[in-house]
């Protein structure tokens, strides 16, 4: 299982440690310190579509005119912390930020 993320998230790190505790063998992928590839952009924007993308983030609203009109793949390219958190791959299915649907389906 990998977890797309970045350390300083109180969720990636809430997650981390839920899935932890439930035994669960995560690889933690640091968004910022390694970036996302193109291919694996693309597989996570046609998994979420422009749901991936965190609207109210200080990230997203510090863009420019000209990126925030740009395609949810630029955005991410351009700045990976704009993903909405964690990203959850386990294998089979992906999942998209972290609730009790998502923990219950994990744990």
């Known amino acids: 299982m990998i977890l797309y993320g970045i350390p300083t998230c109180d969720t990636c790190r809430r997650a981390l440690k839920t899935l932890a505790a439930a035994g669960k063998d995560v690889t ?3 968004v910022r310190s390694d970036p996302l590839t193109e291919a ?4 996570i924007i046609s998994e979420f579509g422009d749901r991936v993308i965190n609207r109210q983030s200080t990230t997203y609203r510090s863009f420019s005119d000209f990126l925030k009109a ?3 793949e630029a955005q991410i390219a351009a700045q990976p912390t704009v993903m909405k958190r964690p990203v ?3 294998g ?3 999942y998209l930020g972290w609730d009790a649907a998502t923990e219950a389906a994990l744990t």
Do not use: G, L
């Open 28 to 30: 933690f992928r640091d």
């Open 70 to 72: 740009s395609d949810p």
């Open 88 to 90: 959850i791959h386990d």
């Open 92 to 94: 089979a299915k992906w």
């Open 40 to 43: 694996e952009i693309d597989t």
